[in-house]
């Protein structure tokens, strides 16, 4: 499988950059939108034609991952019908419906269908096999693993989460990490994201190979973020920090 940074700015775009958004794509030609926070139709148009994805999965409701449904369900409405091959396929949105009204809006009469996740088994998304997990976080939110059932590789993504210990747990020997980092080690336990120790620490508790800082703050160091996640995480875990159209092949 191959991730795609689209947008990796948390709560809002700055600096010519979006929110969360990554595009996932499997190697039989899936193409799976994570989140669709700001700016990820424009992004998006750089990778591939947004007429060309399959799915959208979305961890929860808050803006910063959700801004760009309604253009995205524009683009896909106007697009005009037989140009590249488009030919008005629905698009699957899967969210969770633990939020009804938030929900409901993922259904648009002829453009997209809103499917809810079934949070308490494995779900069938193309050719990945996803679970969930619920966060810590002031609204809903999920973190999901991300199986390619072909290859058997692994993708944690933490959504929106304060730290707890379940996650390393979650995360075990998963090939990337994808992890919501907005503090440094200077806070802690937080009620909303992650600090850069406590990422580090869930990546090396887990034994993941390759740990991705993203939902990147907008008045810290990133340096500074990066490098106390690395000492948390220890020499045997790779961390990066996320950057629009950076891609890691797994
Ligand atoms: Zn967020
Ligand atoms: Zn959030």
């Not at 999965?57 to 896909?76: F, K, T």
């Not at 989460?161 to 919501?180: E, I, M, R, V």
């Amino acid at each position: 499988m191959k991730l795609t940074a689209l947008g990796v700015w948390g709560g809002y775009p700055t600096r010519d950059g979006g929110t969360t958004s990554y595009l996932l794509q499997s190697e039989s030609g899936f193409n799976l939108l994570l989140d669709c926070g700001s700016r990820a139709v424009t992004e998006l148009e750089h990778e591939l034609q947004p007429t060309q994805l399959d799915a959208v999965l979305v961890s929860h409701y808050h803006e910063d991952h959700i801004a760009d449904l309604g253009v995205l369900r524009q683009y896909r409405q106007l697009y005009p019908l037989g140009q590249d091959g488009w030919d008005g396929m629905m698009l699957k949105i899967y969210g969770h419906a633990e939020d009804k009204y938030e929900f409901s809006k993922l259904t648009m009469d002829k453009v997209s269908e809103g499917i809810a996740y079934d949070v308490a088994k494995s779900n069938k998304i193309g050719p990945f096999d996803v679970t969930f997990l619920k966060t810590i976080h002031p609204v809903t939110c999920y973190a999901m693993r991300i199986v390619e059932r072909r290859t058997g590789q692994v993708l944690l993504y933490t959504g929106d989460t304060g730290y707890f210990s379940g996650l390393a747990d979650f995360a075990k020997n998963a090939d990337l990490l994808l992890a919501d980092v907005y503090f440094l080690k200077d806070k802690h336990d937080m009620p909303n994201h992650l600090s850069s120790v406590e990422a580090g620490r869930i990546a090396r508790e887990a034994a993941v190979k390759l740990l991705v800082l993203s939902h990147l703050p907008q008045f810290i160091d990133l340096n500074e973020l990066k490098s106390e996640a690395q000492a948390a995480a220890g020499s045997a875990v790779v961390v990066e920090l996320a950057k629009p159209h950076k891609k890691w092949q797994l």
